[in-house]
């Protein structure tokens, strides 16, 4: 929109995007908007908190993930027999 000489302070733009959200993200649009008087409702700020997000939902699918490992040796004291 600044290429076309439109200028949006910066909370406006943050609470526009916050309103896009899906539901599933209540918690993030609530943590941003229930700041201290309202200084962190900015757009770095939001992304830090998608951010924070995506880093929990990816370590909460790898920690449900079965690895499996075999180990192949010629050793007699590991071989059956």
Known sequence: MED???WMDKD???YDLIKRLPA????IKQ???HSNNGEDIKPNKLLDHLEIHLNELKLSSTVNKLEVATMYTENRKCSPG
């Open 4 to 6: 076309v000489g439109i």
């Open 12 to 14: 406006i733009l943050t």
């Open 24 to 27: 599933s993200l209540d918690n």
């Open 31 to 33: 943590r941003i908007t």
